[in-house]
Structures are given as C-alpha cells and as structure tokens.
C-alpha cells in the first residue's frame, strides 16, 4: 500500500517537472500547479563608499571606536577606508609589553631545556635520598 502510494505521487512530481520546464502553468490529475519567474531584487550594498564611524559622536558604539575595528574596516576595504596604515601597527610601549608577555608564557629553547635537566636532576635526587 505505502510503495503504491509512493509510486503514485514520485509519478505526479515528475509530471510537475517536466510540465515546468516547458510552460509557466501546469495541469496534473490532482491540482492545478502554478509558477513564476523569480527575479531578485539587487543588493543594497554599498561598496564604493565604505563606511568609517565618526569618533568624536556620542552615537558611535565604543567598539567602532577602537583600533581593532580600524585594523578590520583597513583589512576590508584597504586605502578606500581612509585610515592610516601606520596606525595600524602596534606602538612601541604595546611591542615591548607584547614581547615581554611572549617570553613569559614562550620561553626560549634554552631555558626551557635548563628547566628540564633541572627537574630531572630533582627526580634523581629523590630517587637517591629513598
């Protein structure tokens, strides 16, 4: 009963199909199928123009004020968005600050390797004093 029933209506689907493909309207036994050509409104998208936030407004979101957002609408639109690039990067104090928080959680290969002869001298030593 179900593969019948299936049967029937994968029957009237491909009916459907071709009966889209050669006119606008459709006759099946069961309905009366109607379609329409689709035609997409453009997008509004302004792409010539980017948009650059004013700074000095009390409407502008604080988040659109900071160099992050600065460094993506540069990334987007590149010399079109009006921002200096040299503002882009990192001052010297942020570099410096950068590099000593690098060396905090990344030490170098050396240390690192004093570190572990270190505490395989501390294990050896317990083993010993055992």
């Known amino acids: 009963m179900a593969a019948s029933m ?12 071709k009966g889209i493909s050669s006119s606008k309207t459709v006759l099946s036994p069961n309905c009366l199928l109607q379609t329409a050509s689709y035609n997409p409104k453009p997008l509004k998208l302004n792409l010539r123009e ?3 936030p ?6 502008t979101p604080e988040w659109q004020k900071t160099a992050r957002y600065d460094r993506k609408v540069f990334g987007r639109y ?14 010297h104090e942020q570099l410096d600050k ?11 290969l050396e240390v ?5 002869e270190a505490k395989e001298k501390q294990e ?3 083993r010993l004093a055992k």
Request: net charge negative.
């Open 6 to 17: 299936l049967c029937r209506r994968t029957a009237v689907f491909c009916r459907t199909l």
């Open 50 to 52: 980017p948009f650059v």
């Open 54 to 59: 004013d700074k000095d407004s009390e409407k």
């Open 78 to 91: 590149g010399s079109a968005s009006g921002i200096d690039p040299a503002s882009l990067w990192p001052s």
């Open 98 to 108: 950068i590099i000593a928080e690098e060396n905090e959680w990344h030490p170098p």
């Open 112 to 116: 690192m390797l004093r570190n572990i």
């Open 124 to 126: 050896t030593e317990k």
